[in-house]
């Protein structure tokens, strides 16, 4: 089993930034790679970005290139996502998700985080 556990979200003014966590715990040695989802009001799931626990390769959507980085401190088990230039449309429940090694599969998922942008 993998424990995810997210912080650091809030309520910010359209152009600020803002840094959530997600902590690991458990079997951590499980995670190929941790991923971040948001999923607003009325809206579908949708991927955001994440990063590789090894090499350390990350991955965005279109949508928040060049304004989202995620990062890890492999020595916590945490990865981060800095959010930078953050609009309205960027608000939503982000959750950060593991994916486990070997497999394709997101089967690890924190209870989200509540960010909100206001304009």
């Known amino acids: 089993q993998v424990q995810l556990i997210e912080s650091g979200g809030g309520l910010v003014q359209a152009g600020d930034s803002l840094t959530l966590s997600c902590a690991a715990s458990?079997?951590?040695?499980?995670?190929?790679?941790v991923a971040w989802f948001r999923q607003a009001p009325g809206k579908e799931r949708e991927s955001v970005g994440g990063?590789?626990?090894?090499?350390?390769?990350?991955f965005y959507s279109d949508s928040v290139k060049g304004r989202f980085t995620a990062s890890r401190d492999s020595a916590k088990d945490t990865v981060y996502l800095q959010m930078n230039s953050l609009r309205p449309e960027d608000t939503a429940v982000y959750y950060c998700?593991?994916?486990?090694?070997?497999?394709?599969?997101?089967?690890?998922w924190g209870q989200g985080t509540q960010v909100t942008v206001s304009s």
């Open positions: 458990g079997r951590t040695w499980l995670i190929d790679a």
């Open positions: 998700t593991a994916q486990i090694r070997g497999t394709l599969q997101y089967k690890y």
């Open positions: 990063i590789t626990f090894d090499s350390g390769a990350t």
